[in-house]
């Protein structure tokens, strides 16, 4: 058998040191617990909050989420199941992405813009402190200087306690660090998307956490992969048969083998789904066989 005789748990991820927060590697992301495009109330809020309870049950101690999430019900679903919150559950949330619709945004890194909305998610958290507050895009009409000076007033305000960054590239993170330290950065990267590889490269170097969103490309990426689609003979749906794994399963194992500082966070709003990708953190793969899997998939991808 490939995968562990225990149920599924995140705690077989491992840990990672995020800043002085010690978290389990595989988290849990929010987006798709609210309305589609991250615009709207869910079908079924009870539903959505049973989807949280599950994740940490199941050991999962890092909650990523973001006030453009809704926007701000995914913050406020998350107050609703799980506070007042274990111990050791990280909730790291984000600011600096407008929404004007579903699937439309707009960064805005105005100093002003981002305290109120640092004080809207504290509220809606049902929080003192975050502990992982994230720069959701760079603004490229603010200095970035300015937007993550208003960052760096509130961690010394004890607002924060930790700043991370979303879609940047190496020189950013640079120019970042010359105003607050940066402890994690959130750039979309998978198996098969994978032009991040400089920046996850950047973050082990310097023990930076790098959480990869779309970490399993659910469009196009899900559908060639999937076995019940009929293409039976793609790699990833060929690899995860031989394994004992589902595709999704794969493409999450696979994250967490490739670097120690990918903390993948599938979101998902199916408590089924949710356990199937937890239950990745179990799949037992020899090296070998990834170093083989990765040459076909990237050969069928040239």
């Given amino acids: 058998m490939s995968f562990s005789s225990s149920p599924p748990s995140a705690i077989l991820s491992g840990t990672f040191s995020l800043g002085d927060m010690e978290v389990q590697r595989l988290g849990y992301g929010t987006m798709r617990l609210v309305g589609e495009g991250a615009w709207g109330e869910p079908p079924d809020r009870e539903a959505a909050r049973n989807v949280l309870r599950r994740a940490v049950e199941l050991g999962t101690t890092l909650i990523d989420t ?3 999430y809704g926007p701000g019900i ?3 679903l998350i107050a609703e199941a799980l506070h007042p919150y274990p111990s050791n ?3 790291a949330t984000k ?3 407008t ?3 579903p699937a439309k945004s707009k960064p805005c890194g105005r100093p002003d813009y981002l305290q109120q909305q640092l004080e809207m998610s504290l509220r809606r958290l ?5 502990d992982l507050y994230q720069l959701h895009r760079i603004d490229p009409t603010v ?3 300015e937007t993550l000076g208003a960052l760096k007033d ?3 305000q004890g607002k924060i306690r930790h700043i991370g960054l979303s879609e940047v590239s190496v020189q950013q993170i640079e120019e970042a660090q010359k105003t607050v330290p940066i402890v994690s950065v959130q750039n979309r990267y998978n198996l098969t998307e994978r032009k991040s590889e400089d920046i996850l490269k950047y973050c082990e170097q310097h023990h930076i956490a790098f959480l990869p969103w779309y970490p399993m490309n659910a469009g196009k990426f899900a559908k060639a992969a999937s076995a019940d689609d009929g293409h039976t003979n793609h790699p990833i749906a060929e690899f995860a048969k031989q394994h004992g794994g589902t595709p999704s399963q794969i493409s999450l194992a696979w994250l967490l083998q490739h670097s120690p500082v990918i903390l993948p966070i599938p979101g998902t709003s199916s408590i089924a789904h949710l356990e199937e990708n937890i239950a990745a953190a179990g799949l037992q793969i020899p090296e070998q066989d990834w170093d083989t899997f990765e040459l076909v998939v990237d050969t069928q991808a040239m």
């Fill in 66 to 68: 973001a006030d453009a």
């Fill in 74 to 76: 995914a913050e406020e």
């Fill in 89 to 91: 559950v990280v909730i």
């Fill in 95 to 97: 600011g600096g992405l």
């Fill in 99 to 101: 929404r004007q619709g």
């Fill in 126 to 130: 049902r929080l003192e402190t975050i």
């Fill in 143 to 145: 200095p970035v200087a």
């Fill in 154 to 156: 509130a961690q010394q």
